[in-house]
Structures are given as structure tokens and as C-alpha cells.
């Protein structure tokens, strides 16, 4: 997309903060108002509109992306974007553990118990965990639990917590993303423990480098979200 504009700024409105190029403010893809629910954020977001390049590359927007998704998508379909975020407290990657090799397994033991603890004494979800193949049915009061916090985002927080989640493969990971506990990079480490452990013996193709890239790049990028989101209004 070519650059259309000179100047980038914000602006507060009686609804949250506006980005303004040229004075004209931001929409979303479908046309609605851009706006931010904080000036951390909306700073934020217009730092990536502010380029002295004459191409703009907007796959690289990932904070802007996160923002339109809230207002153009998270907003209409609210209800199943909560569903699929809490839905991975059913096959949460931090419930399965490898059996074997053993020293994966007592990795995953140490980096993975942790945060599963933190979910139990932060917010009274009691997932468990297993070494086996077979699914694990988890107890159906913990799922609904997971769902109340989830919904307790609103639809800012929610995109960039699904983004976290879908690309972690956990709720838990996107949750102690979202709160705090961890930070993005951390997030990603920790999803990728299997993976990593596997490419120290076996060494790295281009592809899965190049894979692992793009999903730490959206999981900090959506990190930080969450942390700007933390910001005072």
C-alpha cells in the first residue's frame, strides 16, 4: 500500500483515542472508527502508521491488525471468539505431557507445572495433566471458569488473547500472557518446548525456522497489546 499521508497523530474522543492521518482519522477495514481505549495504545498503534518509507506494508501492522479485529470482528461475533479461546481448556497443550523421552517429559514437568499452579491459585481452575495419548477429560466446573475469565476481557483484550492462544495452542499460556505472568517471548518458548527439545537432536529445516519466527512475532506483538491494554486510560 502506498504511503498516502504526512503526518500521523492522536487524538482523544468522548469514546477513547482516534489515530489521525493528516487529520483524518483512521477506520477500520469495514469502514468503523478506530478507536483505542487508551493513549499507551493508540501511541502504540500509530508509531507503526509513522514511516518515512513511501510502501507501507500493512502484515507488518500486527497492534493495528489486533485493533481492527477487535472492533470489526471481535465485536460482531463476540460470543465465538470466547468459545474458541476457552475451548482450549479441553486439550490444553500444557495438559499433555510427553511419555517419553524422559528428559522432555521432566522439561515440560518443570516449565509447563508452574503456570498450571498459577491458573489454580490466580483464578480456581484446577486443570490436570497426563502422559497418556488418550484424551483427558477435564472437570466441567474448571471449563466454566476458564469461560467467565475469558469473558471477562472486553474486545480488545479478547483479540489479542485469542491471538496468544491460537498460536500457543494453550488458554493457560494466553492467559498468564494477558495478566502479566509471563511475557510473549516466554509464551512462545514455552509452546514450542516440544519442538525445541526435538530440533537439539535432530537439528533445524528453513521452514520450521521461518515458522517459529512468524509465531514469536505475533505472540510478542499481541503480548504487548495485552500489556499496553494495562496501561492507565
Known amino acids: 500500500m502506498k504511503k498516502f499521508y504526512e503526518h500521523v497523530a492522536t487524538r482523544e474522543e468522548a469514546d477513547g483515542f482516534s489515530i489521525c492521518l493528516d487529520e483524518r482519522p483512521v477506520k477500520t477495514p469495514a469502514k468503523h472508527a478506530l478507536s483505542l481505549p487508551n493513549m499507551a495504545l493508540a501511541e502504540a498503534v500509530a508509531d507503526e502508521w509513522r514511516t518515512d518509507v513511501d510502501e507501507i506494508d500493512p502484515s507488518g501492522m500486527i497492534l493495528t491488525r489486533l485493533a481492527n479485529s477487535a472492533v470489526d470482528s471481535v465485536s460482531v461475533h ?10 482450549f481448556g479441553e486439550t490444553d497443550l500444557l495438559c499433555y505431557r510427553a511419555a517419553e523421552p524422559v528428559e522432555l517429559r ?37 471449563l466454566d ?4 475469565v475469558v469473558s471477562s476481557f472486553d474486545d480488545y483484550g479478547l483479540s489479542a488473547l485469542h491471538m496468544v492462544t491460537s498460536a500457543c495452542g494453550s488458554v493457560v499460556l494466553g492467559l498468564a500472557t494477558a495478566y502479566g505472568e509471563i511475557d510473549g517471548n516466554t509464551a512462545c518458548e514455552l509452546s514450542l518446548l516440544e519442538e525445541t527439545f526435538q530440533i537439539g537432536r535432530w537439528g533445524e529445516d528453513p521452514e520450521a525456522t521461518k515458522r517459529r519466527e512468524i509465531l514469536q512475532t505475533d505472540i510478542e506483538a499481541a503480548a504487548r497489546f495485552l500489556e499496553l491494554l494495562r496501561a492507565a486510560p
Open 106 to 142: 521432566e522439561q515440560q514437568e518443570q516449565r509447563w507445572a508452574p503456570l498450571l499452579a498459577w491458573l489454580l491459585q490466580s483464578k480456581g481452575v484446577a486443570l490436570r495433566a497426563t502422559d497418556s495419548v488418550l484424551p483427558l477429560s477435564q472437570e466441567q466446573s474448571d
Open 78 to 87: 463476540r460470543g465465538a471468539v470466547i468459545d474458541e479461546i476457552a475451548g
Open 145 to 148: 471458569t476458564v469461560r467467565e
